[in-house]
């Protein structure tokens, strides 16, 4: 059936021929110090010279790629990296799973949902005892991150990757 057929204008690209197509960097958000203070940007592709040939050759190991990179900050600034600072970057800012992580400032608020259990329904009889039942459900906290920004995370996940500086704040 001819219409089952796809057309095409020839072999698929290879990667010497597009090297930004197969570019495992580009589209990467890293976060690098400037000025002051942490930014965050975006890996928008490699430089290139004046002729637009491109800088720096690439290699899989990081130690040895010479690639230099254009990467756009929130502000609009575009600035240029040298792979192996873009490696170091990305792996600041995961874990040994490949896991996002960030290191908490601290816990600037609280809040509650409508599934937060109410002060009425909190406690349990156990052995003719009234014991206040233990839960973080519907329970959120505004951390402040060490790149200066903010967001709401469940209690249950402060708890069990910060208790400390949970129960610091529980008391504060």
């Known amino acids: 059936d001819e219409s089952m057929e796809r057309e095409t204008d020839g072999p698929a690209p290879l990667e010497e021929d597009d090297p930004e197509a197969y570019d495992k960097y580009i589209s990467a958000r890293v976060q690098f110090q400037r000025a002051d203070m942490m930014q965050r940007g975006v890996v ?14 690439a290699h899989e190991n990081p ?3 010479t690639a230099i990179y254009e990467v756009e900050f929130e502000d609009g600034h575009v600035e240029a990296y040298h792979a192996n ?15 996002v992580c960030q290191e908490v400032k601290e816990i600037i608020d609280h809040k509650k ?34 790149d200066g ?24």
């Not at 259990?117 to 973080?136: N, Q, S």
């Open 44 to 57: 928008k592709g490699r430089k290139r010279d004046a002729d637009g040939k491109l800088i720096g050759f």
């Open 85 to 99: 600072r873009i490696v170091e970057a990305i792996y600041a800012t995961v874990d040994d799973e490949g896991y």
């Open 63 to 65: 130690i040895l790629d």
């Open 113 to 146: 949902d409508g599934t937060a259990i109410r002060i009425d329904d909190g406690f349990v009889m156990l052995r003719g005892k009234k014991v206040p039942k233990r839960t973080t459900k519907g329970w959120q906290l505004c951390i402040e991150w060490k």
């Open 149 to 172: 920004t903010t967001s709401w995370v469940d209690m249950k996940d402060v708890k069990e990757t910060n208790p400390v500086l949970l129960a610091e704040y529980a008391v504060a």
